[in-house]
T-cell receptor
Framework: GENVEQHPSTLSVQEGDSAVIKCTYS??????FPWYKQELGKRPQLIID?????GEKKDQRIAVTLNKTAKHFSLHITETQPEDSAVYFC?????????FGAGTTVTVRA | KAGVTQTPRYLIKTRGQQVTLSCSPI?????VSWYQQTPGQGLQFLFE???????NKGNFPGRFSGRQFSNSRSEMNVSTLELGDSALYLC????????????FGEGSRLTVL
């Protein structure tokens, strides 16, 4: 089955700096890679996703890059703001099953 | 449109009891998937249903089961509860299954004493 590893588990950044979270997956058949953000006490929400036919996707201050050869994808947050503080999960599907990374707790220091 | 609704939001059970959780998806969504969230294990996939068919199941014991009805509403059941079953159970609905955006409910927080 799919195995998704996510690093780092915690990340503390100064407001305005960038944050990068990396995930690796095992199943080469995976072709969809979403990122979910979960604020404290709230439900996870999709913030960005990428499909295997593209290498990079941007949406304002967030971007995702995908390297299918190396089987890894990354989330980039630029110009971090206090509202970016949350837990971020990467995921990869395999045969109608979605495997999540263990999560990264991002803290943005004012 | 209304979001994903999960009931009950909170419940307390004792070991050995069983529990049924309910999930009403967004109208038009035929895929419902369930996840167990714990501080130490993150989000663990339980199962996914599409048009009343279970298409995959995660690595959980047989005590965990689910079903989906013709109106796409889904239930999951945990029998013979153990202390380790204490968790937040999240369901999510989507149009395309797990290869598309998931819309999560607020979850059902289960405490097993």
């Amino acid at each position: 089955g799919e195995n998704v590893e996510q690093h780092p588990s915690t990340l503390s950044v100064q407001e305005g700096d960038s944050a990068v979270i990396k995930c690796t997956y095992s199943d080469s058949a995976s072709n969809y890679f979403p990122w979910y953000k979960q604020e404290l006490g709230k439900r996870p929400q999709l913030i960005i996703d990428i499909r295997s036919n593209v290498g990079e996707k941007k949406d304002q201050r967030i971007a995702v890059t995908l390297n299918k050869t190396a089987k890894h994808f990354s989330l980039h947050i630029t110009e971090t703001q206090p509202e970016d503080s949350a837990v971020y999960f990467c995921a990869a599907p395999n045969d109608y099953k979605l495997s999540f990374g263990a999560g990264t707790t991002v803290t943005v220091r004012a | 449109k209304a979001g994903v609704t999960q009931t009950p939001r909170y419940l307390i059970k004792t070991r050995g009891q069983q529990v049924t959780l309910s999930c009403s998806p967004i109208s038009g969504h035929r895929s419902v998937s369930w996840y167990q969230q714990t501080p130490g294990q993150g989000l663990q996939f339980l199962f996914e249903y599409f048009s009343e068919t279970q298409r995959n199941k995660g690595n959980f014991p047989g005590r965990f089961s689910g079903r989906q009805f013709s109106n796409s509403r889904s239930e999951m059941n945990v029998s013979t509860l153990e202390l380790g079953d204490s968790a937040l159970y999240l369901c999510a609905s989507s149009l395309a299954g797990v290869t598309g955006e998931l819309f999560f409910g607020e979850g059902s927080r289960l405490t097993v004493l």
